[in-house]
T-cell receptor, first 113, second 114 residues
Framework: AQSVTQLDSQVPVFEEAPVELRCNYSSSVSVYLFWYVQYPNQGLQLLLKYLSGSTLVESINGFEAEFNKSQTSFHLRKPSVHISDTAEYFCAELSGGSYIPTFGRGTSLIVHP | DSGVTQTPKHLITATGQRVTLRCSPRSGDLSVYWYQQSLDQGLQFLIQYYNGEERAKGNILERFSAQQFPDLHSELNLSSLELGDSALYFC?????????????FGSGTRLTVV
């Protein structure tokens, strides 16, 4: 069965500092990986996804994630965060012929001025 | 606006009652997924419909049911409500039967059972 572990429930950081949100997945076969962002009082929005090819994927707002098969990780990074990045971030895995991705419990990113 | 419409946005009801949540998928999407989000359980998959047919089932209680209509909108029916059913209920949609390319989520219905 798929399982996704987001190692940090909360990550506080100061504005303009770098941040890394950690995600480990479980599948040993081909896998699709996703990061979603949920702003307060909103639904989840797809931030970026890894389907195949380059192991480094980027979003339009400066986030990037790297697929690391040997460490079964898909950590999300941003070199300089803004107050507006304050949100809940969810990592998700889809693998093994399943139709339905498994979501992690989420990491709350809190950006302080 | 994601293109996925959920109504109502908020719902307050008493224990033992029945409610219906509605979802209209993004134009052109054939699949609808229902999720429950709560602080203690996180994001839990309930059920998927694809082009009117049930495609996958998750942790959906027997008191809950759903359907997808010919115009592709979907309804989630929750009955014999308990305090523990208080949560955010999200609908998501995707073009095909699988979510390889990710979902589009609606903004959710916040259900409070008192």
């Amino acid at each position: 069965a798929q399982s996704v572990t987001q190692l940090d429930s909360q990550v506080p950081v100061f504005e303009e500092a770098p941040v890394e949100l950690r995600c480990n997945y479980s599948s040993s076969v081909s896998v699709y990986l996703f990061w979603y962002v949920q702003y307060p009082n909103q639904g989840l929005q797809l931030l970026l996804k890894y389907l195949s090819g380059s192991t480094l994927v980027e979003s339009i707002n400066g986030f990037e994630a790297e697929f690391n098969k040997s460490q079964t990780s898909f950590h999300l990074r941003k070199p300089s965060v803004h107050i507006s990045d304050t949100a809940e971030y969810f990592c998700a895995e889809l693998s093994g012929g399943s139709y339905i991705p498994t979501f992690g419990r989420g990491t709350s990113l809190i950006v302080h001025p | 606006d994601s293109g996925v419409t959920q109504t109502p946005k908020h719902l307050i009801t008493a224990t033992g009652q029945r409610v219906t949540l509605r979802c209209s998928p993004r134009s052109g999407d054939l699949s609808v997924y229902w999720y429950q989000q709560s602080l203690d359980q996180g994001l839990q998959f309930l059920i998927q419909y694809y082009n009117g047919e049930e495609r996958a089932k998750g942790n959906i209680l027997e008191r809950f049911s759903a359907q997808q209509f010919p115009d592709l909108h979907s309804e989630l029916n929750l009955s014999s409500l308990e305090l523990g059913d208080s949560a955010l209920y999200f609908c998501a949609s995707s073009a095909g039967g699988q979510s390889n390319y990710g979902y589009t989520f609606g903004s959710g219905t916040r259900l409070t059972v008192v």
